[in-house]
């Protein structure tokens, strides 16, 4: 069983910053990718970023290049989601994810477990 609990959000002003965090409990961390969406109130959840087992490749959104960054500590069973110049248009749930990994890949798609989300909301 694979569990996913994320914590750091909040309230925020634009321009400003938050971390995200998700700690994962349950089968060995490094052998799964991790990934971060997020749902905005009436919308679908979307893909934020996402990072390979081993943190060497990680793959973002377009809405989030440059301002995001994902990485993570295998040691803590961690991953984190560090979010610069945030706007209001970043304001959501945001939820972690993780899928097991067969190669060392970012994927967008296709995961299998996920936190319980935290809020996040960007106040202009």
């Known amino acids: 069983q694979v569990h996913l609990v994320e914590s750091g959000g909040g309230l925020v002003h634009a321009g400003g910053s938050l971390r995200l965090s998700c700690a994962k409990s349950?089968?060995?961390?490094?052998?799964?990718?991790m990934g971060w969406f997020r749902q905005s109130p009436g919308k679908e959840r979307v893909f934020v970023a996402a990072i390979s087992w081993s943190g060497g490749s990680t793959s973002y959104a377009d809405s989030v290049k440059g301002r995001f960054t994902i990485s993570r500590a295998n040691a803590r069973n961690t991953v984190y989601l560090q979010m610069n110049s945030l706007t209001p248009k970043d304001t959501a749930v945001y939820y972690c994810a993780a899928r097991y990994a067969d190669s060392d890949y970012a994927p967008q798609v296709q995961y299998n477990y996920w936190g319980q989300g935290t809020q996040v909301t960007v106040s202009s």
């Open positions: 349950g089968r060995t961390f490094s052998t799964y990718a």
